[in-house]
C-alpha cells in the first residue's frame, strides 16, 4: 500500500542546501470509492471485504440497470464487473462504463474465460480480467495494483516510485516495516544503482515517524567535498576556520529527531571514515572548533551500490565502520526481478514527467509496455524513467499515444542481462531451432518467444500459472498472446 503523510526534506548533493516540502501520495486520506457489479451475493460480500480491508468503500449492485443509475450520479475511483448478469453481457456494458468511469481502472470477472474477449478488452483500456473462483489474495492484490494506478494520476506520489505488489517488493516493505519497529537502529540499504535506495530511506522514515514534521536529511556522501567534510556534518563555531564568522549548524544537528540518511557511503574516502564511525557508534559528534559533545537523536540510514566486504579486502573501506553499518541491512530488488510492478511503474512516471513538462499524459500502446516489460532494464527504475522522459520529449503534445523509442530498447536489450530464460531452461533454444517466426524476431524477442511457448506447454495453456512462472501479470501475458496468437496451445 502507499504510504500517507508528509515530512521536511533537506537534500544535499553540493555547496547548497534547501528545504523543500516533499510531496506524498493522498491515496490513503480518502477513501477510493469501489463499484462492484455482481449478481452472485456471495461473491459480492467477500469482494466488499477485500475492498474494504484495502482501504476502499464498497457499493455492491446486481445488474447493469442499477449499475447505469449509480454511475449516472456518482463517479467511482474502481470499478469490479461480473461479466454474466441477469440483464446483458458485462463486455457489452464496458464501453460506457469506461466513458462515465474515465480514470477509474476496470476488472471483469467471470466464471467462463474467454480469450478473445479478454484480449479485446484489453486492447480497449482494461486494467485486470479475473477468472472465478476468485481468492481474496488475488483479489487483494488486483485491488492493490489498481490503487498504484490511481496514484498515477496523483503527481504528490513522487516517494513511492519503486513500490508495486510483486512478491520482491512485497518482501522489501515486510523487512522496512521490521525496522521501523527499532528507531534508534542503523540500516543499510544495498542494491543496485537506479534501483530505488534513496526512496527506500524515505520510505522507512515515514514508518518510523509518525510526526509529519520529523526532518528526513540526504547527504550524497559522493558529492560532499573532502575539505569541508567535517565543518558540512558537524557544524563550525565562528572563527574555526577562515571564513567562520559565525556559528553554523551541520546536517547532523539539522536531522535531530528524524533521519539522518548517508547515501554513496561507499564514496567516503577512507581518511575521512572515521569521522563517521564516532558518530555511528557514540551517536556523538563535535563540531568545528567546539571543545563540548552533542548528542545526536534519531535514525541513521546508509546506503551504497558498491560490496563493502569486497571495499574492506581492498583496503577501501573500514571494517570497524561496516560492523556499525551493517546492523538491520536491507537490498533492494533490481527491477528486472520484478516485471509485474513495470506497468504501474510506467503510469505513475508519465504523470509524472507529463506534469513537469506541463503538458497531457499520453498512453501507452499494450505492444510497448510489452516492450518494457521484456526489457532488463540495468539501470532499472532510473533507466525505465529516462526511457519514458526521452519518449515523452519525441512526443506531440496532441498525441493520444506515447512515441516509446523501441529501437534504443532493442539495443540496449542486446547488451544488458538476459530477460527471462537461458538455454539450460529453453532446450530447443538453439538458432537451428528457430520457427520461421522466430527468425523474424530480435534477439530478445526471440528469447521471450521461446519461454512464453515453452511455459504454456508446461502449463497447457493455463495463462494465469504460466504468467506466475514467468514472471509477468496475466494481462501482459494476454498482450504478448495477441502479437503470438499461435503460441496458445489449441483447446482439446
Known sequence: MIGSGSFTHLEYSGLDTTLNPMPQPNLNRRKYSCLIVDDDAMFARMAAQVVRDEGGVPTIVADIASARQVTDSQLFDL?????????????????????????????????????????????????????????????????????????????????????????????????????????????????????????????????????????????????????????????AERGAFTGADKNRGGLVAAAAGGTLFLDEIGEVPLVLQGKLLRLLDAREYR???????????????????????????????????????????????PLRQRRSDIPGLAELLLSQLASRYDRAKPMLRPEDLSALEAHSFP??????????????????????????????????????????????????????????????????????YRLIRDTLRKTNGGIRRAAALIGLSPQSLLRRLEKWPELRPPKE
Open 79 to 235: 470499478i469490479l464487473l461480473d461479466n454474466h448478469l441477469p440483464d446483458g453481457k458485462g463486455y457489452e456494458y464496458y464501453d460506457r462504463l469506461a466513458r462515465c468511469n474515465p480514470n477509474a481502472p476496470i476488472v471483469m470477472i467471470t466464471g467462463i474465460p474467454d480469450l478473445g474477449e479478454a484480449v479485446n478488452l484489453t486492447r480497449n483500456g482494461l486494467f485486470d480480467y479475473l477468472t472465478k473462483p476468485v481468492t481474496v489474495d488475488a483479489l487483494g492484490a488486483c485491488l492493490r495494483r489498481a490503487q498504484l494506478r490511481l496514484a498515477a494520476g496523483n503527481i504528490a506520489s513522487v516517494g513511492d516510485e519503486f513500490f508495486g505488489d510483486s512478491s520482491p517488493i512485497r518482501e522489501l516493505l515486510t523487512q522496512l516495516r521490521q525496522a521501523a519497529k527499532h528507531p534508534s537502529s542503523t540500516v543499510l540499504l544495498t542494491g543496485e544503482t537506479g534501483a530505488g535506495k534513496d526512496m527506500a530511506a524515505r520510505k522507512l522514515h515515514q514508518l518510523t515517524h509518525k510526526d509529519e514534521n520529523a526532518p528526513f536529511i540526504a547527504v550524497n556522501c559522493a558529492a560532499l567535498p573532502a575539505d569541508i567534510f567535517e565543518s558540512e556534518l558537524f557544524g
Open 287 to 333: 563540531s568545528l572548533g567546539s571543545t563540548g559533545n552533542q548528542q545526536f537523536r534519531g535514525r541513521f540510514v546508509a546506503a551504497t551500490n558498491k560490496k563493502l566486504d569486497q571495499e574492506v579486502a581492498a583496503g577501501r573501506f573500514r571494517s570497524d565502520l561496516l560492523y556499525r553499518l551493517d546492523v538491520f541491512s536491507v537490498e533492494l530488488p
Open 379 to 448: 539501470g532499472n527504475v532510473r533507466e525505465l524513467r529516462n526511457v519514458l522522459e526521452r519518449s515523452l520529449l519525441r512526443t506531440d503534445d496532441e498525441s493520444k499515444w506515447l512515441m516509446l523509442d523501441l529501437s534504443w530498447l532493442n539495443r540496449a536489450g542486446a547488451t544488458s542481462p538476459g530477460p527471462v530464460a537461458t538455454a539450460a531452461t529453453s532446450p530447443d533454444a538453439s538458432p537451428g531451432a528457430l520457427g520461421e517466426m522466430e527468425r523474424n524476431l530480435t534477439a530478445m524477442e526471440a528469447q521471450e
